[in-house]
């Protein structure tokens, strides 16, 4: 058996146990791994600073090293989340829609876990924890394949967290890292290992996704990229549109839920332009406009029609000025990759109709997309955000790690 085929096996037969566990036990493994990985937190540092090192080798962008740097109080935030994760409610077992039949019979569902998820992601070591996490939280073992260019964190943190687990005494195939073969081969064999992996989530840019929604054989839950969009409408505070937009792009330009897009009502343009164009060159950010915003703040770089489609990641911002909100609304679904989109109004109706039409997983009324996002949304962390419409959509916190089976009692019926 090839060392995909052992783990798959091993993490087949922890999910059969994680599955039955009490959510004591559940818990109390989960504050070990937390406890663990800040006393073992030196270990994740040197290895951190390995992987950081090949990075800047590489010429890794700014953007990027940060999605892969880990520090003291990142690791804190790590053990944070998962204690967090820990304290919240066991999603295992719950019984809903619970009916009777004419014929007497008893039929209701029941919420159980996925079984051995499989996890594909990039560069950013902290998901590695999230994952491990959540899975076991939900009584899934975890098969996670991270990116070569964060090895080293990985392996690190999967030792320590799986120490955790093997000293609460669960089962050692309950959380595993694919480090033996990183060849691009490997990951596609995972994608398809159907006798052993129940569900595939991959993480990261958009060539990762769609790399695994074309090979895989595997269920996946797509996770998307985050083209997200700002729309400042006609009735908006301008103060309050600003301050959203710094936040939304300069907060952390790498993340998936930083803004991408920025879209203007024509009678606000000319007001509004001016103060926000200054606002992002002092944070750095290079613009890229239509003709109406180079018209306003000459010396922009014009945006091209690959720039509304993509999803930069970077100190980088398209702007574009629209008739009306309808065509903003239009332009978003268009182009976003239905991640997180916001409304800047002070309209009521304008509010609720952007929010009626936008086709994305997560639409705000005056607030920042940064905000979508599992601990924000206070699920204790995430394993992704689904821009799909099937089984989850948005951050994926616990329940989403669940499906449910049919119980049904009976008293001797006969069909």
Same mark, same amino acid.
């Given at each position: 058996?090839?060392?995909?085929?052992?783990?798959?096996?091993?993490?087949?037969?922890?999910?059969?146990?994680?599955?039955?566990?009490?959510?004591?036990?559940?818990? =109390?493994?989960?504050?070990?791994?937390?406890?663990?990985?800040?006393?073992?937190?030196? =270990?994740?540092?040197?290895?951190?600073? @390995?992987?950081? &090192?090949?990075?800047?080798?590489?010429?890794?962008?700014?953007?990027?090293?940060?999605?892969?740097?880990?520090?003291?109080?990142?690791?804190?935030?790590? !053990?944070?989340?998962? $204690?967090?994760?820990?304290?919240?409610?066991?999603?295992?077992?719950?019984?809903?829609?619970?009916?009777?039949?004419?014929?007497?019979?008893?039929?209701?569902? +029941?919420?159980?876990?996925?079984?051995?998820?499989?996890?594909?992601?990039?560069? $950013?070591?902290?998901?590695?924890?999230?994952?491990?996490?959540?899975?076991?939280?939900?009584?899934?073992?975890? #098969?996670?394949?991270?990116?070569?260019?964060?090895?080293?964190?990985?392996?690190?943190?999967?030792?320590?967290?799986?120490?955790?687990?093997?000293?609460?005494?669960?089962?050692?195939?309950?959380?595993?890292?694919?480090?033996? =073969?990183?060849?691009?081969?490997?990951? @596609?064999?995972?994608?398809?290992?159907?006798?052993?992996?129940?569900?595939?989530?991959?993480?990261?840019?958009?060539?990762?996704?769609?790399?695994?929604?074309?090979?895989?054989? /595997?269920?996946?839950?797509?996770?998307?990229?985050?083209?997200?969009?700002?729309?400042?409408?006609?009735?908006?505070?301008?103060?309050?549109?600003? %301050?959203?937009?710094?936040?939304?792009?300069? %907060?952390?330009?790498?993340?998936?839920?930083?803004?991408?897009?920025?879209?203007?009502?024509?009678?606000?343009?000319?007001? *509004?332009?001016?103060?926000?164009? +200054? !606002?992002?060159?002092?944070?750095?950010?290079?613009?890229?406009? =239509?003709? $109406?915003?180079?018209?306003?703040?000459?010396?922009?770089?014009?945006?091209?029609?690959?720039?509304?489609?993509?999803?930069?990641?970077?100190?980088?911002?398209?702007?574009? /000025? /629209?008739?009306?909100?309808?065509?903003? #609304?239009?332009?978003?679904? &268009?182009?976003?990759?239905?991640?997180?989109?916001?409304?800047?109004?002070?309209?009521?109706?304008?509010?609720?109709?952007?929010?009626?039409?936008?086709? %994305? %997983?997560?639409?705000?009324?005056?607030?920042?997309?940064?905000?979508?996002?599992?601990?924000? *949304?206070?699920?204790?962390?995430?394993?992704?955000?689904?821009?799909?419409?099937?089984?989850? $959509?948005?951050?994926?916190?616990?329940?989403?790690?669940?499906?449910?089976?049919?119980?049904?009692?009976?008293?001797? +019926?006969?069909?």
């Amino acid at each position: 058996m090839t060392e995909l085929q052992i783990k798959g096996k091993q993490a087949k037969q922890a999910s059969h146990i994680l599955a039955n566990i009490s959510s004591k036990c559940k818990q =109390d493994a989960l504050f070990k791994m937390a406890d663990y990985l800040l006393t073992y937190k030196e =270990d994740i540092l040197k290895a951190n600073q @390995i992987d950081l &090192n090949n990075a800047l080798e590489n010429g890794t962008s700014k953007t990027m090293l940060d999605r892969l740097l880990l520090n003291e109080n990142r690791i804190e935030e790590m !053990a944070n989340g998962l $204690r967090r994760v820990a304290t919240l409610p066991d999603p295992i077992g719950e019984i809903k829609n619970m009916s009777v039949r004419p014929n007497g019979l008893q039929i209701g569902q +029941q919420s159980v876990p996925l079984g051995v998820v499989g996890i594909i992601y990039e560069a $950013r070591p902290n998901v590695t924890c999230d994952a491990a996490g959540l899975c076991l939280k939900s009584g899934n073992a975890a #098969i996670l394949r991270g990116g070569s260019e964060a090895i080293y964190s990985n392996i690190a943190i999967v030792n320590i967290l799986s120490k955790a687990i093997s000293d609460a005494n669960l089962p050692s195939g309950a959380l595993q890292l694919i480090i033996e =073969d990183t060849r691009r081969e490997t990951a @596609i064999a995972l994608m398809q290992l159907n006798e052993y992996v129940d569900v595939l989530i991959p993480r990261g840019g958009s060539g990762l996704i769609q790399n695994v929604v074309k090979n895989a054989t /595997v269920p996946v839950i797509e996770t998307g990229t985050g083209n997200c969009h700002i729309y400042v409408d006609e009735s908006c505070n301008i103060e309050m549109a600003k %301050s959203i937009i710094i936040n939304a792009k300069t %907060s952390r330009p790498s993340a998936c839920n930083a803004v991408e897009k920025v879209l203007i009502h024509k009678n606000t343009a000319e007001k *509004f332009l001016p103060i926000i164009f +200054q !606002a992002l060159i002092e944070e750095n950010v290079e613009i890229r406009g =239509d003709e $109406r915003v180079a018209e306003i703040c000459p010396n922009i770089k014009l945006a091209t029609e690959e720039d509304w489609k993509q999803e930069f990641l970077d100190y980088i911002l398209a702007i574009k /000025v /629209v008739e009306d909100i309808d065509e903003a #609304i239009s332009h978003i679904n &268009n182009y976003s990759s239905s991640h997180s989109e916001a409304i800047i109004t002070n309209d009521y109706n304008h509010a609720q109709h952007f929010l009626k039409l936008v086709n %994305s %997983s997560a639409v705000y009324v005056n607030a920042s997309t940064r905000f979508t996002d599992g601990e924000e *949304f206070g699920f204790g962390a995430e394993i992704g955000i689904s821009t799909q419409k099937i089984h989850a $959509r948005g951050p994926m916190g616990l329940k989403e790690l669940t499906t449910t089976k049919y119980i049904i009692y009976g008293n001797g +019926q006969t069909r």
